[in-house]
């Protein structure tokens, strides 16, 4: 039994999100899926290193399979490419040991969110960014950076309801760079939760208008209340970078 190791690039634009859900073909899952189990003549699953949500594009989303084919990695990757659609691509395929799994051997993650902050907006980033035209205190919002990076219960900045699952996370890194009229956002981290980078940059936002100051971050991690931080931005600014593997 062979053990595949994928690196999927997508737009998300059009999707329901990374994870199959029952008969729809609308994920990016299920769309490989159907190549796959297509290609090899049996059904395959393959496993991802995370959910994305609707909306959102990946550039190194990385998932496994395994199967019994002989086909070799550059046949399977050309068929990959040429029947998937062109708003989903395989950009790489590698043997790797059977235990290999891609979602519970991640060591990390890096996120990019793209605001393009700008008051005329761009036919070009609309499906790419979030438009935010509003005047932003950058030294605000890298002090309010500051606060989150560190291990801390991230709960009050995720989607959750209730769970027994841990909500203690590490941020190593948030970087801002501003490219023009695009303001990029760069967080690299263990692991993120639901909504979590969309809701901190929601905050973040709010934070460089001044409607939120950086203490609020502080006020969050004390209370764990969700609406004391900002709103949920819009997904299509949303892009997976990077999983890292030790």
């Known amino acids: 039994m062979r053990n595949i190791k994928m690196t ?7 999707y329901s999100g990374w994870q199959r859900l029952g008969d729809s073909d609308k994920t990016i899952q299920g769309k490989i899926e159907n190549i ?3 290609m090899n003549g049996t059904k395959l699953e393959i496993v991802g290193s995370g959910r994305t949500d609707a909306g959102t594009h990946a550039r190194g989303q990385v998932a496994n399979f395994k199967t019994e084919s002989t086909m070799n990695l550059e046949s399977m990757q050309a068929h990959l490419i040429r029947y998937l659609p062109q708003d989903i691509i395989v950009k790489e395929l590698k043997e790797v040991p059977e235990r290999f799994h891609s979602r519970y051997h991640a060591s990390g993650k890096q996120y990019s969110y793209y605001v393009w902050n700008q008051v ?17 205190d950058i ?10 990076l560190g291990e801390h219960d991230f709960i009050g900045f ?21 490219e023009g009229g695009l303001l990029h956002f760069t967080f ?10 969309r809701i901190i940059m929601g905050t973040l936002l709010e934070i460089g208008t001044g409607d939120l100051e950086p203490e609020s971050i502080d006020e969050v991690f004390e209370t764990g209340i969700r609406s004391n931080a900002g709103v949920t931005v819009p997904s299509q600014g949303l892009f997976l970078d990077e999983v890292f593997y030790k």
């Open 36 to 38: 796959l189990s297509e």
């Open 8 to 14: 999927i690039e997508y737009d998300g634009g059009r």
């Open 188 to 197: 690299v981290g263990e692991g993120f939760l639901h909504k979590m980078v």
């Open 158 to 178: 995720s989607a959750l309801k209730k769970t027994k699952k841990s909500t203690i996370r590490t941020i190593d890194e948030i970087t801002i760079q501003r």
């Open 139 to 148: 030294d605000k919002m890298n002090a309010a950076c500051k606060k989150l």
């Open 120 to 136: 005329v907006p761009s036919a070009f980033e609309r499906n790419y960014s979030f438009h935010y035209p509003n005047q932003l």
